[in-house]
């Protein structure tokens, strides 16, 4: 196989193990330059890149071109300048776009019938619903909030970094959005910034492409307040930790503030250098745990009270007692709750409550497949198993596929092209549309995320 041609299937192969922004972000503008003696040279477009295939996507692209080639031994990776049409139809620059502006708008669900959106503020990042009233405090996340307030109290002082960490789903972007939220509140000249980690460094890349690390660098160091989420991440480049670290050191110079989250604390990122994990220890480090039964309860009435909902106390025991992982799976079981109230039309009685809470729970994604998401969809939506494969286009049948399409993806992480065979044999660039429509709306409408759950406790009780 020659070697453009090479490349251009074995990118197809590792679009399959990511996300299109992913994909889009790492793989743009790579060509293998050379094939001689079982070493394949990939030309990347910067340092940055270069770390990233090797740290995290190695074993895929090797896998990938192995699997085409038996030739392939090695690979290393270049910095230079691609020869583009190696990938281009890849990479669909409108495509590009539509995926990488973040939404500004964030729905939730507020209250039985009214819908309220909150909107993310393009300044600062950051979204106006976690606040510190909305936060529930008990002894697993009190160390973590009562430094937050000092922070709050005293910005760039008392605890310069402030380090939290905590598992998954227990508030820690709740809790350092909700810092940035009150700062601004109280002195709304204040410029504060909050990103995920992930998203600095798709910033970084696309600077390096840009040629503006100037306007990037001034863009964070101009800042009052930096709220780094989920740091862990920082470790895969050198070029990145470097970037936050010249940053960093900085804002600490100038007194000002720096909070960060992780879901581990600095000595377990393993790939941390040195001199970031001392700086890190430097400041104030607090951890969040697991909320005790009591604490959950609280946070179920906290939370039924916000949406303006009601439940009997037996059936939020029952909740509290079954659910203890993390406050995110919480919501999820009462949320469940209240959709099958809604659903139902009835008051909900006990029984029916605790069906609910216990398919949440076993959230049997293993026994869930294709078939029965085909089923459970055509069943919600009325419509025949036969003409849902087929290659109808009639609106009452294309909206149906596509949400079908998706939660296949979502849920059972079937490739593209797979679920495209189990629609009647549809090209792997309709189900990437499908998916990517359903995606993209769900950031807008909250009324689909309902609908999407509904349609997920149809297929979960089958
Ligand atoms: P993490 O960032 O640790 O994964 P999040 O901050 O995203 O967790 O929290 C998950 C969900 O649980 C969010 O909807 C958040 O509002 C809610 N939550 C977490 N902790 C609390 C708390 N102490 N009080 C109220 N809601 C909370
Ligand atoms: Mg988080």
Redesign the pocket.
Known sequence: MEKTELWQTALTKIELNLSRPNFLTWFQGTAITSMENGVAVISVPNVFVKEWLQNKYHKIILHALRELSGEVKEINYNIGKADSSQTSTLFKENFKKKYRTPSPTDSFELGDQSIKEFSVNPDTNLNPR?TFG????GSF?ELAHAAAQSVVNNLGITYNPLFIY?G????????IQAIGNKVIESNPNLKVRYLPSERFMIEIVDALKNQEMNTLKEKYRSVDLLIMDDIQFIGRTEKMQEEFFHTFNNLYEKNRQVVI?SDRPPQAISTLEERLRSRFEGGMIADIGQPDYETRLT?LK?KLEYKKASISEEILRFIAENVKTN??EL?GALNRVLISARLSRTPLDTEQAKKAVANHLAAPKKFISAKKIIKAVSEFYDIEERDFLAHSRKRDLVRPRQIAMYIMRDELKISYPSIGEKFGGRDHTTVIHSCGKIAEELKVNSELEEELRAVKEKIFSL
Do not use: M, P, Q
């Open positions: 976690y909305s936060f529930v405090v996340n905590g998954v789903g227990l508030g820690k972007t709740h809790l989250s946070i906290a406050v995110r919501e």
